[in-house]
């Protein structure tokens, strides 16, 4: 799945991975039911409401789409934890290269799962359990700050349109800054 990037971007999304519809169609987000590009428009970071088939717009605003695991599947919870943490080390790298502002992973548990094991992790509580929750991080990608986002597939229940919205907004508004 071929990645939506330029160098200096104000934000650069982060998926899990690509899911089969995805993968079909080569278009980041393409399930229908998944919620990416309504929130992208409801929390003002597109003027309107872009299709899947669009995504090479959100370079002229400034955003871009990659994954932590490049492998497609029906599920996210199909990947090994082993994928996760190597998808985290290349995600890294990847945002080294380009330097966008923002990286925002949408997903907490993804997050966890593909940045715990990295040297430098503060986000691990005496226990060992991950600490990190949506909203901004402490951890920074050189000078890449790092938001975790709800994941909008539209598996995720706990988490509506509307307040998926609320979070997206508040990235928007700190990537202005």
Not at 44 to 55: D, I, M
Request: charge should be positive; charged fraction near 20%; hydrophobic fraction near 40%.
């Amino acid at each position: 799945m071929p990645d939506v990037v330029a160098d200096g971007l104000r934000v650069l999304f982060c998926g899990i991975n690509p899911g089969l519809m995805t993968a079909a169609t080569g278009h980041h987000f393409a399930h229908p039911g998944n919620r990416f590009w309504p929130v992208l428009y409801l929390s003002g970071f597109t003027p309107r409401l872009l299709k899947p088939s669009e995504q090479s717009e959100l370079l002229s605003y400034g955003l871009g789409i990659t994954n932590v695991v490049a492998r497609a599947s029906a599920r996210a919870d199909e990947l090994t934890a082993e994928e996760y943490r190597e998808g985290g080390r290349l995600l890294s790298l990847k945002v080294a290269r380009l330097r966008p502002r923002w990286l925002a992973v949408v997903g907490v548990t993804a997050y966890r799962a593909a940045f715990d094991d990295l040297p430098h992790s503060r986000l691990r509580s005496s226990g060992g359990t991950p600490m990190a929750q949506v909203g901004p991080q402490e951890r920074t990608i050189g000078d890449t700050r790092v938001w975790v986002l709800p994941n909008p597939s539209g598996l995720n229940a706990h988490w509506t349109a509307e307040t998926m919205a609320e979070e997206f907004g508040r990235l928007r508004a700190a990537a202005q800054d």
